[in-house]
C-alpha cells in the first residue's frame, strides 16, 4: 500500500503528537510504503520523524483556503506518485488534500476532522462538498462527530470516530497501578498542564484560577506548570509576573520528553474552552494522574466511566478553583485511586489500538 499523510503543519502540537506516535509504527511496517506531506512548515515533529528514516515533504506554502496554486502542485504531486491512499488531517490539509486527491484519481481518500469544527454558512457549504470527495471521514471523538453531521457536512454513516494514541515507551519509571507516588511532607503540590499556548486553551483563567487558590490555603505549598510553548507565552509570563505568583506558577515552554514532568505531578489540568479530544489528557492519565478537565467538547469521553476526574465549565473560574480546592483537600489515597482508575482507562489509546483501526480505515 502506498500512503500519503497530508498535513498542514509538522512542528509541535496535539495532532502533530499524534503522527510522532503513530507513524513511526506504520513505516516500520512491510507492506506499507508511506510518505508525510507538509504543505506549511515543518519543525520538531518533522525532524523527528526525518531522523527515524521516514519521508518527509516539506512545501512552505501558504496553507489559507483557497490556495489554487497550492491546489494544483499536490495534484500534480499526487497524480506522479500515484499513492493507493491519501489520509489528510486538519481543515486547510482537508480542503487541499482530499480535493487534490480526487482530480488525480487517487483510489482511497481519507479526511480527518481533528477539533470541534467553527464554520460559518458559507464553510459549510464548502466542506460539505470537500467531504463528499472522501470515501471516509475520521472524527477524533464522538464530540466532533455529532458537530460535522449537524453542521450538516457529513453523513453520520461516513464518519468514522478514531480516538488519538498515546506512545507511553517514554516514561522514565512506569507507575504501577496501585502504586504510590512518593511525596516529602515539604513536597509542594503540583497541578501540570501540557499544551499549545494558545488563547482556546484558556490558560489565563487558570493562572486565575491558581492564584485564588492560593490566596485561598496561605499554608499550602502549591505550584503550578505549564508545559508547551506558542503565540500566547510572553503575554502569560507577563500575567504571572504581574500576579505576585512568580515562584509558584512556572512556564517550562516546549519539552520533548513530558513524561518526567507528568510523573512529579499530582493533578492534571485542561481548562480549554474547546476541545475535540486531547492526547496530553490521554498522557496524564497513561502516567496515572487524575485530572481537572473542560465539560465542553470531547475531552470528557477520554475519561470515560473511570471516575478519574472533575469537570468543570471552562468559562468559569470559580468552576476550575472549586475543583483544584477539591483535589487538594483529597487524601492521597483518594487520588491514587483516581490515577489508577486513568491509568486503567488509557489503555484503550494504546498505538497498537489505533494502528488496527486505523489499517481498517485504509484498506476498506
Not at 498542514?8 to 516500520?28: H, I, M, R, T, Y
Not at 515562584?247 to 505531578?265: C, H, T
Not at 485542561?270 to 492519565?285: D, K, Q, T
Not at 470515560?304 to 471552562?314: A, K, R, T
Amino acid at each position: 500500500m502506498r500512503l500519503v499523510r497530508i498535513i498542514s503543519e509538522l512542528d509541535f502540537g496535539g495532532v502533530e503528537q499524534v503522527l510522532a506516535n503513530s507513524v513511526p509504527n506504520l513505516f516500520k511496517r512491510s507492506d506499507i510504503e508511506l510518505s508525510i506531506l507538509v504543505l506549511g512548515k515543518g519543525g520538531r515533529i518533522s525532524n523527528y520523524l526525518i531522523e527515524h528514516g521516514i519521508s518527509v515533504y516539506i512545501w512552505n506554502r501558504g496553507v489559507k483556503i483557497p490556495n489554487f496554486s497550492l491546489l494544483i502542485q499536490l495534484q500534480n504531486f499526487l497524480r506522479k506518485y500515484n499513492p493507493d491512499v491519501v489520509h489528510c488531517q486538519g481543515s486547510e490539509a482537508n480542503f487541499h488534500g482530499i480535493l487534490a486527491a480526487k482530480f488525480a484519481g487517487v483510489p482511497r481518500i481519507i479526511g480527518e476532522e481533528i477539533g470541534i469544527p467553527n464554520h460559518h454558512s458559507f464553510w459549510k457549504w464548502i466542506f460539505r462538498y470537500v467531504y463528499k470527495q472522501a470515501n471516509q471521514v475520521i472524527a477524533i471523538s464522538e464530540a466532533v462527530k455529532q458537530e460535522i453531521v449537524r453542521l450538516g457536512e457529513v453523513s453520520a454513516e461516513k464518519v468514522r470516530v478514531l480516538y488519538n494514541p498515546v506512545n507511553s515507551r517514554q516514561l522514565t519509571v512506569p507507575i504501577a497501578i496501585g502504586s504510590s507516588r512518593q511525596r516529602s511532607e515539604n513536597a509542594s503540590f503540583v497541578f501540570v498542564t501540557t499544551c499549545r499556548l494558545v488563547p482556546i486553551k484558556n490558560l489565563e483563567r487558570l493562572i486565575q484560577a491558581f492564584g485564588g487558590l492560593v490566596k485561598a490555603n496561605p499554608d499550602r505549598k502549591l505550584r503550578l506548570r505549564i508545559i508547551g510553548d506558542g503565540p500566547e507565552r510572553e503575554h502569560l509570563e507577563f500575567r504571572v509576573s504581574n500576579s505576585q505568583l512568580g515562584n509558584q506558577v512556572e512556564i517550562l515552554g516546549f519539552q520533548s520528553n513530558i513524561w518526567p514532568f507528568l510523573e512529579e505531578s499530582d493533578v492534571f489540568v485542561l481548562p480549554s474552552l474547546r476541545e475535540g479530544s486531547s492526547v496530553s489528557l490521554a498522557e496524564a492519565m497513561t502516567a496515572g494522574l487524575p485530572s481537572i478537565v473542560t465539560q465542553v467538547g470531547g475531552a470528557s469521553e477520554i475519561l470515560g466511566d473511570s471516575n478519574s476526574g472533575i469537570l468543570i465549565d471552562p468559562l468559569d473560574i470559580s468552576s476550575i478553583q472549586w475543583a483544584m480546592q477539591q483535589m487538594i483537600e483529597f487524601s492521597p489515597e483518594e487520588r491514587e485511586a483516581m490515577g489508577a482508575r486513568a491509568k486503567i482507562e488509557a489503555q484503550r489509546f494504546s498505538v497498537e489500538n489505533y494502528i488496527r483501526e486505523l489499517l481498517r480505515i485504509y484498506e476498506k
